[in-house]
């Protein structure tokens, strides 16, 4: 029986790669793209660095691939072996090199199984017209996409050369630098260093839109012209998070709007954010996700975790800047009340995890488990929390000047939490708060488990009409429900949707019956409402009232997507009532194949479903 899988190298426990001996310092890629086969295949030409002279090898990471030959940069045959695959991690690629080696050219194909990789059918887009690729390498999946040193610790430059038919549009996370549409041949090159989770490609039949001086929009042709309107206010995010952040350094900002099955709220894949068309409002509510993506572009792309044991280095700084854009432009109190329903969404995934769980650290231990195993809020939301306690100390506006220093600092690196303790520790030692800083829990922040040691004092001005129509429904459900019921459509009619949102949050903490549910549907008409936020929220509440007739929208919701954040809450409810957990199981397995593979694999999860992870 096999033993418990170690950490794969002294530097990231999740990948194979050896960047302390021998380092990949470009990637040039030529590609094809075979919609009828469902694969890619071509080269990978890899520029390397010795950093140890004594080093004969090139170790990377390949998951499914099938390697046809590997040489040098004068053609000379390299000498290559694949190990035995490692449940989700893939195999070791190891490539003997000569004394003169400094390019490897490796050409190879993927698996038609790639999890990196989405291939969709014409019926599974909106057009119905054309097929459509798009990729998700975040966390460790560029493996299964390109051999390759599969670590954030690495970043390294690209370029690609990328065939397809031609009455497809291939985009990638880089600029555009040369496009035959006529022969189906688009280049690319991204000359700021990245990780290779950040390499991305899509391909199908879209449009765009500009949307600003740096910006366009991009989707399918006819989700194109809702996509501009509801990303209009782009450049603003972006003019926001440059006063904070600093310059923007990778020249355009474009957004890809793609079909449902995309598994993120959205990506922050450089040039070319990836996001999920549960976005389109209509009315501009749920574009803090943009303003998210839009931060990466410092906090993560140029600031990157050296491996993902430390990724609230890329999501806990990106939520709180985040934030900080939402409080530049809407005020405030706006940005305080988006933090409340942050501090919702950690003690809700605490619960679920469990306080105890490894998980639920800041820094927890990866040996052995699939970044995608641990992935959670608890990065983000107590990551952003630890960062809003430091700020509390220092003081917002020193600590917004130590924000600038250390992205300036540390640009175009990889780092661990210690080199970010070690800088803030040494920019405010002469700080008149520098004792305070000193008395930091340190261990108990970033090791200990369950939920941080600290909740900020919020202003909860903008949740208090929230507070006050659930403590109505309170009220009234104890004295015995009374009709006429004294609720209507005004109740809400000035909340904004995320206010909406939070009192479904407060009031599906009180696990009010069912009677009640129906109440509230003929006073709101909740189910009439396609914000995906709301609608997650208003699901949930039925599902928790055990409203039977619920359950089948309840599922149509559920798999119309593949977003997680909305799929596997409405999943896990579903299972906790053994009265639908079988209709839930059969459900996923009807679906599961429209999803991308960590959307039917953690989904797999909730249903405790044995499902093998490839």
């Not at 793609?258 to 068309?277: H, I, K, R, V, Y």
């Not at 430091?390 to 600038?404: A, H, M, P, Q, T």
Request: charged content about 25%; overall charge negative; hydrophobic content about 40%.
């Amino acid at each position: 029986m096999a033993g418990p899988i170690p950490r794969l190298s002294p530097g990231d426990p999740n990948s194979y790669s050896r960047p302390d001996l021998v380092k990949v310092t470009k990637i040039d890629l030529d590609l094809d793209v075979d919609f009828d086969r469902h694969i890619l295949f071509g080269t990978a030409s890899l520029d390397i660095q010795r950093i140890n002279s004594t080093a004969d090898s090139l170790v990377l990471d390949a998951k499914d691939l099938t390697i046809k030959q590997v040489k040098d940069e004068v053609g000379s045959i390299l000498a290559h072996t694949l190990d035995v695959p490692l449940g989700s991690f893939g195999s070791k690629l190891t490539i003997a090199l000569k004394i003169t080696s400094a390019t490897v050219v490796i050409e190879y194909e993927t698996s038609p199984n790639a999890t990196g990789l989405q291939w969709l059918n014409p019926q599974q887009t909106s057009g119905k017209t054309h097929p459509f690729l798009f990729s998700q390498c975040e966390a460790i999946h560029c493996r299964s996409v390109l051999p390759c040193q599969d670590t954030p610790a690495v970043k390294a430059p690209y370029t690609a050369t990328v065939r397809v038919p031609k009455e497809i549009v291939v985009l990638m996370s880089a600029q555009r630098k040369n496009v035959s549409e006529t022969e189906g041949v688009y280049k690319f090159e991204q000359s700021v260093p990245i990780p290779a989770y950040l390499i991305a490609i899509v391909a199908g039949k879209l449009d765009s839109r500009v949307i600003g001086d740096r910006s366009r929009v991009w989707a399918e042709p006819d989700v194109v012209e809702k996509a501009a309107y509801e990303f209009a206010e782009t450049d603003d995010f972006l003019k926001a998070a440059e006063s904070l952040a600093g310059p923007y350094v990778w020249g355009n900002y474009d957004i890809l709007v793609l079909p449902p099955s995309f598994p993120f709220g959205g990506m922050e894949n450089p040039c070319l954010t990836f996001a999920t068309p549960t976005l389109l409002a209509g009315d501009r509510s749920l574009t803090f996700v943009i303003a998210h993506e839009i931060a990466h572009s410092w906090t993560g792309n140029l600031v990157t975790n050296a491996n993902f044991e430390h990724f609230w280095l890329n999501e806990g700084f990106t939520v709180f800047l985040e934030r900080k854009i939402n409080g530049r432009l809407y005020g405030e109190q706006s940005r305080q009340f988006a933090a409340i329903g942050g501090w919702n969404d950690l003690e809700e995934v605490v619960n679920t995890l469990g306080a105890d769980n490894e998980f639920t650290k800041l820094n927890p231990d990866l040996t052995g488990s699939d970044p995608d195993d641990a992935f959670s809020s608890i990065p983000y939301e107590k990551g952003s929390v630890f960062l809003w306690y430091l700020s509390d100390i220092v003081g917002n506006e020193d600590f917004e000047e130590w924000l600038k220093t250390y992205i300036k600092h540390f640009q175009y690196q990889s780092i661990q939490t210690e080199d970010f303790k070690t800088h803030l520790l040494n920019y405010f030692k002469d700080h008149r708060m520098a004792d305070k800083l000193d008395q930091v829990e340190w261990d108990t922040w970033l090791h200990g488990k369950g939920l941080p040691p600290y909740k900020p004092s919020y202003d909860y001005t903008l949740a208090e009409a929230c507070t006050a129509l659930k403590n109505r429904w309170v009220d009234w459900i104890k004295d015995g429900m009374p009709q006429p019921a004294p609720f209507s459509p005004l109740d809400i009619r000035k909340f904004s949707s995320m206010q909406v949102v939070e009192f479904l949050v407060q009031i599906f903490a009180e696990n009010i019956p069912e009677e009640a549910i129906k109440q509230m549907e003929k006073a709101y008409a909740l189910n009439d409402n396609h914000n995906s936020e709301i609608r997650l929220r208003w699901m949930r509440l039925c599902i928790q009232g055990r409203w039977k007739e619920q359950v089948s929208p309840a599922l149509d919701y559920a798999t119309s997507q593949g977003r997680m954040k909305f799929v596997r809450p409405i999943f896990r409810d579903l299972y906790g009532w053994e009265e639908m957990r079988q209709k839930a199981i059969d459900a996923y397995y009807a679906h599961k194949d429209q999803w991308m593979y960590m959307t039917a694999y953690a989904v797999a999860k909730d249903l405790h479903l044995e499902e093998k992870k490839d």
